[in-house]
């Protein structure tokens, strides 16, 4: 497979006008969302842990455009972009967080826990490459079938600590799996900088021994993780499966709520000017340049889709509002089927 | 005495027993940073460095594994696991590997390891940060078990645990951190397997274990308000368990109510029950009961979980629902 398109860059004008503007306007719904949760999170309305992606909206878009609606995701803790982008609504993400019945968990998950199987969500859990191994269940459930679809599992770069990453990495290269295991390199885990959680070596390497293909992306470039995205995918559908992308990112907020150093804890240890590194490099501003330097779109038009989002944002947070709570008496609820 | 809050009596047992044996250290995720395992590793990576207070990658069935080897070589680890939860992928090096090795091989060598879980309820953070899984691992044998519900115990056990020549799987609760209490300057153990009264009644034992205690103790004052004299035992050590001191109370009162921080069915309250039943304590008054998480994964949303983790008025309602109860 060809390595990342990166520095000679794709140019937007090969691109269909729709194509780019649907883009775009997923990578926006996903940031201004994101956005939108911060003052809820810090006045208190919010109360489950909400781990943010904004800087990382680029992956899931690229990744998710280049899928089907019936091919599966599994995402992790930070998966409120994987959701998105895979179709989840918006108004079932925004009452999920606020604990709402009318959230895509009811209420029971959380930020942490999204789902949407009629989109292929078919979820994301916190436990660090815990669905790794669904994902490949997911792959496997497609091969069985015959149906080509493929799986996506999004995991960031502490899961490749994990020893199941390893461990479905081979079994996903000895089954031919239908997978594409997606990794979000941005630079971090929790408290800890990547160089103090593996030795030097890059991440799209540790595939290679499994003789998968793997391949190192741009990840801030929307264009170049579709164009990696749907070779890998067209590569599952005819058998060549599975994939490895390593999507290199960064997170603009914290690891956990917009910025670490709340509490007086301090765990942020990023250095501002590398965060100011990464803000030159948002996916979203650079893209919009791009489109509007390229011709593809002008400001107005830009603008407009802002507002139209903007507004989709506002209706989110207002349908989560005149959504109850789940009443106390269904705790036992959702404990078993058919019960 | 001097007071300490319960994190920080843990930190001074670490600082302690890492001063008077080189040979213990302390690893897991988050020891060089406040976020995880609150202020309990403070100070620890300065003074004895980054050879003995090593933070590790998210890797806890290797770095649980790599503990149990060490113990075996001869060093005393602390292996902490800053939720719960995520010593799922560790269950193999705890429970197939440390609890199995001395029986297993006659004798020969036993993993004096302590592997240190920290339960993090609450928060709307649901299913898979919340666990208590100390009847799990006090369902295994060759495991010690011990779960502090005051700062006195949380350094005592700790050193306890570091101390004994078996693998001890040291659980506390990060809704006990910020309790304040006696703690004496001194390294101490305070002996596994030994519970304690810490309030004396005549009308119905509760025993607690963990943050539990602290309810039975609100509780137990509530009810003494109301003429129910309670006698609160707090178990401190799952497995093995003060059969003895259970016995001696419920002879005493003739009622038991048992407190459990985690699930009910199949639990460690289910285990005090038992013994109760199997024992036969003369003239019990009433049918024993429990009051524990009820079975079902934490919730997410603020009034699920409110539904879900009892308080003080839950344990003083199902007494007065004992000691109305006849047998
Ligand atoms: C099994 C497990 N161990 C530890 C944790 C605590 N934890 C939550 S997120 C995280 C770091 C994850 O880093 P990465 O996978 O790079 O994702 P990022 O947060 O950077 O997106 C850790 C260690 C966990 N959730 N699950």
Sequence with gaps: ?339 | MPTLTYVMAINQALHQMMEADDSVFLMGQGVKSPWYVGNAANGLLDRFGPDRVIDTPVSENAVTGAGVGTALAGMRPIVVHPRMDFMFYAFDPIINQAANWYYMNGGRLSAPVVVWGIINRGGEQAAQHSQALHATFAHVPGLKVVMPASPHDAKGLMIAAIQDDNPVVFIDDRWLHGIEGEVPAEPYAVPLGRAAVRREGSDVTITALSYMTHLALQAAEELAAEGISAEVLDLRSVKPMDRAAVLASVNKTGRLLVCDPGWQSFGASAEVAALVAEEGCAGLKAPVRRLALPDLPAPASGPLEKAYYPVAGDVAQAVRQLVQSQS
């Design chain 1, 1 to 339: 497979m060809t390595s990342a398109p990166g520095k000679d860059r794709l140019y937007v004008m090969q691109y269909p006008r729709d194509l780019l503007l649907d883009l775009h306007r997923r990578m926006l719904a996903i940031r201004l969302c994101e956005e939108s949760l911060v003052e809820p999170i810090l006045d208190g309305s919010i109360r489950c842990p909400v781990h943010l992606c904004s800087g990382q909206e680029a992956v899931a878009v690229g990744v998710c455009a280049a899928l089907r609606q019936d091919d599966y995701v599994m995402g992790n803790h930070r998966s409120h972009g994987h959701f998105l982008a895979k179709g989840g609504r918006m108004e079932a993400l925004v009452a999920e967080v606020f604990g709402k019945e009318g959230g895509c968990s009811r209420g029971r998950g959380g930020s942490m826990h999204l789902i949407d199987p009629s989109v292929g969500m078919l979820g994301s859990a916190p436990i660090v490459s815990g669905t790794i191994s669904l994902a490949l269940g997911a792959a496997l459930a497609g091969k069985i079938r015959g149906d080509q679809r493929v799986a996506v599992s999004f995991f960031g770069d502490g899961a490749t600590g994990e020893g199941v990453l390893y461990e479905s990495l081979n079994f996903a290269a000895l089954m031919h799996l239908p997978m594409l295991f997606v990794c979000e390199n941005n630079l971090y885990a929790t408290h800890m900088p990547i160089g103090d959680c593996r030795p030097a070596c890059a991440l799209s390497d540790i595939a290679r021994p499994f003789g998968m293909e793997s391949v190192c992306v741009e990840g801030n470039d929307v264009l170049a993780v579709l164009a990696v995205a749907q070779e890998a995918v067209a590569a599952c559908r005819e058998g060549r499966g599975p994939v490895f992308i390593e999507a290199s990112t960064y997170r603009l907020r914290g690891h956990v709520g917009p910025d670490d150093n709340i509490q007086g804890t301090h765990t942020d240890i990023r250095p501002p000017e590398e965060l100011a590194r990464w803000r030159e490099n948002d996916p979203i501003t650079t893209f919009e340049a791009r489109l509007v330097a390229e011709g593809a779109a002008s400001d107005e038009e830009l603008a407009r889709m802002r507002g139209e989002v903007g507004r989709e944002v506002e209706a989110a947070h207002a349908f989560a509002a005149q959504s109850p709570h789940p009443p106390a008496e269904e705790l036992a609820a959702h404990l078993f089927k058919h019960d």
